[in-house]
């Protein structure tokens, strides 16, 4: 082999190793990256007749399990959606209050029939009059909070997927972009390995968002469909869209509130189910309204058997206890948990939760007759509050004739959503149910978040043990590098001694 020879073999070593040299450190600089794939670069020794020619160096590769990568990306639109479930319930859980404490709905109306109670001792006392009045403005502040609660949770929810739209359609248009350098890098050769790797972090994040995954096509791009089969665009030209709407009791989903538009369509309901914005909408349209219809109910039963008895203690913020019957059957009193108050009459006068308010014609189906105290009346006046702590806090309307029936399918605006839990008969099972049922519907979200994590982490170092960066093997292959490094900077060394000796010796005998 002449000199000229082994200085470009070593030469050609040498840029290899300088090759090498920035491909582990480029991997080195991504190992926390959670979607970074490993990157390789190959070489083949060069061999004419025999005799070695140096090395050729490829383009630079990767290896990744596909199978693992996609369980990943779904595990990841799962742990998204418990998270933003958790927290946007969280202000509404801490609104429930603890059954047994002085916040929680149970205890509210228990502390009122407590004050009946009392009452009932000394139906004349003004001091206990009041404390009946203050324990219902108190149950009326708990009714409204909770459903303010529920109208901020929507809002919040609404106003996280006009976001997440916006960064899903940010990652979508990195996805396309990065398509096209990839069929063209393909086509000419090139390596995609790092525009692969750049493609796999923007479809990281669009698995958190929709739990969506990729389907790679013949030319090296991909397309990304959900799990309800919607291919998202990666055009922005074709860009999904959404209209911030502003939430309240009424506001529903298909109706007030817009929907997620890609090309003119509605794709709403291909977005739910996974993700974060599966989750916001599942918040918004269904859990949430849910919730509000279970209060309304509870609100209007509350306010309608305490009427029914002769006292209209709760009346909305015309002064009314609005009607069952509507059509959808809450259509007169969707929203009322957040406006029901005490009768103002009875604020001015107390003394009415004593002697009541309201003439009844007794019924056969509904309550008896009752006359209120006229204000010449005995002062120990106690049958109003005998029908109160026997009828309206108990399961019959009159004795042997139940209360109606509390409604637990049919709810909303649009009478499409259902509770999930049997007829309460009392207004005090009411509540307990209500909070225990939601209360364990939040609950069940942050029971499943710490699974589904500690999946997604195990499917992470899955992933990064087989496909991403391992430090050790990294400084494993420098070191090696460096010693092959030496090896041709000696070679190249020698070359030039042995040229600067030719190059002498030949000017010393010219």
């Given at each position: ?12 070593g ?144 609404e ?35 790092d ?30 469909a ?21 939430m ?47 209060l ?45 108050q ?19 014609t ?42 109606p ?5 049919s ?27 939601q ?54 060394e ?10 002498n ?6």
């Open positions: 082999m002449g000199l000229e020879s082994a200085l470009l073999i070593s030469g050609g040498i840029n290899n190793i300088s090759a090498q040299f920035a491909l582990i450190a480029h991997n080195v600089a991504n190992a926390g990256t959670a979607a970074y794939a490993s990157e390789t670069l190959p070489q083949q020794s060069l061999t004419a007749d025999g005799v070695g020619l140096g090395v050729q160096t490829g383009v630079a590769t990767r290896y990744v399990n596909q199978q693992l990568q996609s369980d990943l990306w779904s595990q990841n639109g799962t742990v998204s959606a418990l998270q933003t479930t958790q927290t946007t319930l969280q202000p509404v859980s801490a609104a429930l209050g603890t059954p047994g404490q002085s916040g929680s709905l149970s205890n509210l109306l228990g502390s009122l029939q407590n004050a009946f109670s009392a009452l009932l001792g000394t139906p004349d006392s003004a001091a206990l009059q009041q404390q009946v009045v203050t324990s219902a403005q108190t149950l009326a502040s708990g009714i409204n909070a909770l459903s303010n609660s529920y109208t901020s949770a929507r809002q919040s929810a106003n996280d997927l006009v976001s997440s739209v916006g960064q899903l359609n940010s990652a979508l248009s990195t996805i396309g972009t990065l398509n096209n350098q990839i069929v063209a890098a393909t086509a000419s050769g090139q390596s995609v390995a525009l692969q790797n750049q493609r796999d972090a923007a479809m990281q994040t669009v698995s958190g968002l929709t739990g969506a995954q990729a389907i790679p096509q013949s030319n090296g791009s991909i397309l990304v959900t799990a309800n089969g919607l291919v998202l665009p990666t055009n922005s030209a074709s860009a999904l869209s959404i209209t911030p709407a502003t309240g009791p009424n506001a529903t989903y298909p109706g007030s509130i817009p929907g997620i538009m890609m090309g003119g369509v509605d794709v709403t309901a291909q977005l739910s189910g996974s993700g974060q914005i599966g989750a916001d909408i599942q918040l918004r349209d269904t859990t949430l309204p849910t919730y509000q219809g279970e309304d109910e509870f609100a209007q039963n509350t306010a309608s058997r305490f009427s029914a008895q002769g006292l209209t203690l709760f009346t909305n913020a015309s002064g009314a206890v609005p009607a069952s019957g509507g059509t959808p059957p809450q259509a007169n009193y969707v929203g009322f948990a957040s406006e029901i005490v009768n103002p009459a009875i604020l001015a006068n107390p003394a009415l939760v004593t002697d009541g308010t309201t003439a009844i007794g019924s056969a189906t509904g309550a008896t007759s009752f006359t209120p105290n006229p204000t010449t009346g005995p002062a120990g006046f106690t049958t109003l509050i005998s029908r109160v702590l026997n009828y309206t806090f108990g399961a019959d309307v009159q004795a042997g004739v139940a209360q029936a509390s409604l637990t399918t709810l909303g605006p649009a009478g499409n959503l259902s509770a999930p839990y049997p007829t309460p008969g009392t207004i005090s099972d009411f509540a307990a149910t209500l909070v225990a049922a209360a364990s519907d939040i609950n069940t979200a942050t029971t499943n978040l710490a699974p589904a994590q500690s999946l997604q982490t195990t499917l992470q170092s899955a992933f990064t043990s087989g496909s991403g960066v391992n430090i050790d093997t990294e400084m494993a292959n420098m070191v090696q590098l460096q010693n092959a490094y030496g090896a041709n900077a000696r070679i190249m020698a070359v030039q001694t042995m040229w600067s000796d030719l190059l010796f030949t000017s010393m005998i010219g």
